[in-house]
Nanobody, 124 residues
């Protein structure tokens, strides 16, 4: 089992940057692909980014491509989401999640473990 704890959220002006971190417990972190999702008020949880076990393969939602970057440090059991050029429509609770699939999973139900989420608010 993996426990995930996100941090790094906050309030930022449009055009600004934030870096989210997700620390995982357990010694099997590198056995999981990791993803970031977000959920805005009144909307469904949506895929943001995913990274493979080794970190060599990443994928992004079209809405964040070119602005967000996912990375991981398996020695530190941590996955990151660097968010640049933030927009008000990026406002949401951001969640990290762990998946044991080997395909590029973007659906919520492909992820086994979830963090509690961290709030990101972008003001205009």
């Amino acid at each position: 089992q993996v426990q995930l704890v996100e941090s790094g959220g906050g309030l930022v002006q449009a055009g600004g940057s934030l870096r989210l971190s997700c620390a995982a417990s357990g010694r099997t972190f590198s056995s999981y692909a990791m993803g970031w999702f977000r959920q805005a008020p009144g909307k469904e949880r949506e895929f943001v980014a995913r990274i493979s076990r080794s970190g060599g393969l990443t994928s992004y939602a079209d809405s964040v491509k070119g602005r967000f970057a996912i990375s991981r440090d398996n020695a530190k059991n941590t996955v990151y989401l660097q968010m640049n050029s933030l927009k008000p429509e990026d406002t949401a609770v951001f969640y990290c999640a762990a998946s044991d699939t080997y395909y590029i999973a973007t659906e919520v139900n492909a992820y086994l473990y979830w963090g509690q989420g961290t709030q990101v608010t972008v003001s205009s």
